[in-house]
Every structure is written in C-alpha cells, then in structure tokens.
C-alpha cells in the first residue's frame, strides 16, 4: 500500500492459510505431536492450518480435495468416506500440492471433488500431474442426470480454449466428463451434489 496504493498488485510473503475438516478421528501426526483434525471440526466446525507449520505432519486414509466453499461445509454428506477435507479455492496452489506430495502423506488417497467443467477437469490433470497414482475425481453414479438438469452453459463458454485442449486427453475420467459437457453442451457446478444431500 505505501509503495503502490494497492495491496493487490505485490505479492503476497504470508503463508498459505489451509482450511480443513476432519471425519473418521481423522488426526495428524508428526514426531510425538498429534493435531486431532476431527475433534476440532466435531467442536468448532472447521480448523485452520498455516501451511509453513505443516511441514512434517502426516496423516494416511481419504483426503478431499474441494473446490467451491458450500461443497466443503457438507463435504460428509455427499462422501462420508472422506477423513479429511481441504477447501481448495478454486485452484489448489502449488505449496500446497507439494505438502501432498511430501514423505508423509504420499500413502493418503486422494479425491477430487470439482465444478465439472473445463477448469475442473484441467485442475483434476494438475493434481493427477503432482500425486500420480493416488488421485480419483470424484464420479457420483447420478453425474449423466445431474448434468441434464441442473447444468450450465456459461461454464463451458468461458472456457473454450481449455476444453478444447481437454478433447486430447486420454485420461479417462476426463474423457468421461468432456464426454458429457459435449453431449449436453453444459457444465456441472459441483453445489449440484448438493441438491439431494441437504
């Protein structure tokens, strides 16, 4: 602000703030320290995480990738699977990808929960591209009918470029999912999960 008058123009020193849920006494561990994730997330709710303090700490089982805030708060209803959560923001940022992919987490699984749309099918690569092996999007059997009623063109218009690059991927599950954006010529918010759930 003092050199630029705009706080949005410099980028910013702080550490990635990480908000997560725990389910299942889903606990983190690290040396002889425990951060019990679902015990907080049964008391407050939701807990947060400075990124530059979690380096070390592990946990192995179900980790939930979520894109849009509304889907994170009632992430258990829709996948009561899932030991933990993490609120993604859109795209995961790439400290964050690394931390996944560091000694002690690489036994946890890990599921993407995205809008299905061309951005969320790219970031699904993305994950895929960091933690091989161990990532699922996550694919509800209901996803053919959830597209033709409640799906969305404008996602697909702001994203034509992308899906266009999409059209060439052999990965499956993106295959599947452009498969269903071209059938129906829409996108799918993932709050659409939600419809049933609540």
Known sequence: VAERK????????????VLIRGFNLCTFHKNE?????A???????VAALCLDSMEGWHFQGILGLVENLET????????PFVDVAIYAAGRIGADVLDWLNS??????RVIHFPDYDPVGMDELLR????????????????LENLFARYGKAQLLQDSVAVLARLRKSSDIDVRYVVGLMDKYG???EQEGLLIHQL
């Open 6 to 17: 705009d706080s949005k123009k410099v980028t910013s020193k702080s550490p990635t703030t």
């Open 127 to 142: 994950i895929r591209h960091a933690c091989p092996e161990r990532t699922e999007l996550y694919r509800p059997p209901d």
């Open 103 to 108: 000694p002690g987490m690489i036994a946890t």
């Open 33 to 37: 320290s425990l951060l019990p994730v």
């Open 39 to 45: 015990e907080w997330t049964e008391s407050a709710g």
């Open 72 to 79: 994170f708060w009632h992430i258990e209803q829709i996948a």
């Open 186 to 188: 829409v996108g799918l």
